[in-house]
């Protein structure tokens, strides 16, 4: 972000202080807009504008902003002592009498003017370049996202509690079941649909700390690597307990799937097996171990057995009051007017966490060419918002076409009676 003026540090304190006080932010909006900071201002005024979608003066502020030419490239390419251009600008003009506003680029500012609310850790802090740190990998620290944030779901959230979260919460009846308790919990479903999401939200349950793998990236080109990173990996969650493990892409270990470039994969299943099979014991107290995965019948079976991954849990596309939790998430940050979140929820049946990000997308990039090309400046609405839904279909098509089959022809065990349940009721089975 390009460099604040003290008055502006001191307004940006004060708005984070106190968020929903609209009349600050306006201020802090137009002295952005003053110093020709258009991108800046647009952020601002978005989030007024979400409080008071009719205000006049937000209105305005927002049409100046949008109308207002860039003040130069991007922040980040922005050459340091650069000096603020105010006469250059042409703050006040009437909106669309200039067509070099740079549509995409003040999207982009404004996304990243908003702190992404998940922080997607990389798998493995890259050592070349932070030998300081003493773990190999990343830990994200407790707190955060909790269940309360994963919007409805509700069945989900309460297997969970039932079957995971309340004998774990509890010490006492973790004590009492002892060995009963040990064994981790194995998320699957169709990609988008929120496993990552309710990993991380499990771990703020707990209050553990979250060390999110992808088992590609445990998997090393150099026989004998992958098993060393895998026991590396639960070595650090030992030393962060209470922490979650969470494996992520647990069916790259090819249980099933043998691929003849990983001769050595058997190993790492095996490695996997013995921290697993150690997670009882005392030094692994506070360690829990969850995986996911989109294909559950590629997974190796011998990680299924009772004491290692033998519970499952399916996550399936959202429901509609998760469908507007996701929707608001999405938009909150966006200038948008109007917008009936229960109707569109309505309107967007099947489509994945994903598929709801992409659709904010597509219609906001809708209000926006459509401003760009009458010259007159609107917020995004309903229309764009249904008109980018009905261009959507769901991903998770062929996810279910094969599920089906799974489901009809190697139900071994039970495991995928919840997911046969939801076929039949979808009527896709
Ligand atoms: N119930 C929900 N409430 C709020 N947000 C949700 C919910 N379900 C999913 N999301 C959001 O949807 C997006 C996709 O979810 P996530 O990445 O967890 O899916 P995934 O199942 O792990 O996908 P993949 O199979 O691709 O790894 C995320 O931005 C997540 O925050
Ligand atoms: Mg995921």
């Known amino acids: 972000m390009s460099e604040d003026s003290p008055l502006i540090r001191s307004l940006r304190t004060a708005v984070a202080a106190a968020p929903t006080d609209v009349p600050l932010r306006l201020h802090l909006a137009e002295l952005l807009l003053n110093e020709g900071r258009a991108d800046a201002a647009v952020a601002e005024l978005a989030v007024a504008l979400q409080h008071v979608p009719g205000d006049d003066q937000a209105r305005q502020l927002m049409v100046r902003a949008v109308g207002a030419p860039q003040q130069a490239a991007p922040p980040a390419e922005r050459s340091a002592p ?12 009437p909106p669309g009498s200039r067509g070099r506003f740079d549509w995409r680029a003040a999207e982009q500012q404004v996304q990243d003017v908003v702190p992404p609310r998940f922080v997607e850790t990389p798998a493995r802090a890259d050592g070349a370049d932070d030998p300081g740190d003493a773990e190999a990998w990343d830990v994200e620290r407790p707190g955060g996202v909790r269940l309360a944030d994963v919007g409805g779901m509700q069945d989900v959230k309460d297997r969970l509690e039932a079957a995971f979260l309340a004998p774990l919460r509890n010490p006492e009846l973790r004590r009492l079941y002892g060995k009963s308790l040990r064994g981790g919990l194995l998320l699957y479903g169709p990609p988008g649909c929120g496993k990552t999401f309710i990993a991380r939200a499990i771990a703020g349950e707990l209050g553990a700390a979250f060390l999110s793998v992808s088992v590609n990236d445990v998997l090393d ?22 922490c979650v493990v969470f494996l992520d892409e647990l069916d790259a270990l090819g249980g099933k799937r043998s691929r003849s470039a990983h001769g050595g994969m058997r190993n790492t299943v095996n490695q996997l097996l013995t921290e697993l099979d150690g997670i009882d014991s005392a030094a692994n107290e506070g360690v829990f171990v969850l995986a996911a995965t989109n294909v559950p019948w590629d997974v190796d079976n011998a990680l299924r057995r009772p004491g290692r991954l033998d519970r499952t849990l399916l996550v399936l596309p959202p429901d509609a009051p998760a ?3 996701i929707l608001r998430y999405h938009l909150r940050e966006r200038p948008v007017e109007n917008v009936d979140l229960a ?9 994945s966490g994903a598929d709801l990000a992409h659709l904010c997308e597509a219609a906001a990039e809708r209000a926006l060419l459509d401003s760009a090309r009458t010259g007159t400046v609107r917020l995004i609405g309903m229309k764009d918002l249904l008109g980018a839904a009905k261009e959507i279909s769901p991903s998770t098509d062929p996810w279910f076409a094969s599920a089906r089959n799974v489901a009809m022809f190697a139900n071994e065990g039970g495991m995928y009676d919840d997911l046969i349940a939801y076929l039949k009721k979808r009527r896709k089975l």
């Open 343 to 351: 109707r569109l929820a309505k309107a967007t049946d099947g489509l």
């Open 82 to 93: 650069e000096r603020s251009a105010p006469e250059q600008s042409t703050v006040g003009q």
């Open 323 to 325: 469908r507007e939790s």
């Open 221 to 242: 080109m150099w026989i004998g690597n992958s098993e060393r990173n895998m026991h590396e990996i639960f070595q650090t969650a030992r030393r962060q307990a209470p």
